[in-house]
């Protein structure tokens, strides 16, 4: 049982990990489209303040056509995130599969042995009424 007790640690960790991992990519991403958010914002404000929409316009101005690379980058770093993300929640599910299927076991072993335990403890009481029965024990 002590090596059982120890996969079970072992596999809760491993689901702890995992879950980890999930939210830290979830947390990234959210990151990540905020920071996109706060440049698609930024952009507008600067295309009002030169009144130029048209980025392929001249006189268009520098900072958001840096800051529009920018959000591009941001948002394929978090569709990248995302094919991470279904991996990482997949790995979760896989490891809480695992966990469930030890515990399982865990389980039916220990209701094994309480269901030999209380069979040795009918057969000491069956015994003893036995005796008593007889009149060995008063």
Known sequence: MKSRDTLIRLKKFQVDEHRRKVAQIETMIAEFLRMAGDLDREIQ???ERAGINDPAHFAYPTYAK?????????RR???ELSGQLEEARAALQESFEE?????LL???????ERTVEHAREQNELDSIAGLRARGAVA
Request: proline letters at 0%; a negative charge; charged letters at 50%.
């Open 45 to 47: 404000v600067e295309q």
């Open 66 to 74: 840096a800051a529009m690379q920018r959000r591009e980058n941001l």
């Open 77 to 79: 770093s978090a569709d």
């Open 99 to 103: 966990l469930k299927k030890v515990e």
């Open 106 to 112: 865990d389980e039916r072993d220990q209701l094994r």
